[in-house]
C-alpha cells in the first residue's frame, strides 16, 4: 500500500532566454513512471479538480504558472505541497487521494503512467477510506 513517503517532489531543468524560458524534460527517468498520457488544466478563476484517487495510475503534477496547492491523503495523514515555481513538479502514486486547489490564472500539467481508464479512478471518499482500510 502506497504512503505519503512515495510523494516525490522534483524540478524540472530550466532555460531562461531573452524575454521567453523553457523548462526541459529530454530523460523521463527523472520521472518516477512511464508517461502515457498528458494533459493540461488552466482554470481563468481559483477552483478546486482532482478529489480523486487512482488505484494503478501514477500522476506527476507539474507547475506551469500561478500557484496550485497539492493535497495529498493516506486516509489517515495529509500532506500538503504548494507548486509555485514554473517547472516545480510533485509525483503522486496510485491509492492516494489527491485534491488540487488553483489560484486564479494558474496552469498545471499532469504527466500520466497509464491512459484514461475510468475504473481506474475511485471518487467518493468514504470509498477510498474502506480501500485503505482492506474492506
Known amino acids: 500500500m502506497k504512503t505519503l513517503d512515495h510523494i516525490n517532489a522534483l524540478q524540472f531543468q530550466q532555460v531562461p532566454g531573452e524575454g521567453c524560458s523553457m523548462w526541459i524534460l529530454e530523460d523521463f527517468n527523472q520521472v518516477s513512471h512511464p508517461v502515457k498520457r498528458m494533459f493540461f488544466i488552466s482554470p481563468e478563476s481559483e477552483t478546486t ?72 479512478y475511485v471518487r467518493d471518499y468514504q470509498s477510498f477510506l474502506d480501500f485503505r482500510a482492506g474492506k
Open 49 to 120: 479538480r482532482g478529489d480523486h484517487a487512482h488505484l494503478d495510475c501514477w500522476q506527476t503534477l507539474v507547475c506551469i504558472k500561478g500557484k496550485i496547492l497539492i493535497t495529498v491523503d493516506d486516509g489517515i495523514e495529509k500532506r500538503a505541497i504548494t507548486l509555485s515555481t514554473y517547472g516545480q513538479a510533485l509525483t503522486v502514486p496510485p491509492e492516494l487521494w489527491c485534491r488540487q486547489d488553483y489560484s486564479s490564472n494558474s496552469s498545471l500539467l499532469v504527466l500520466c503512467s497509464h491512459l484514461y481508464n475510468e475504473k481506474d
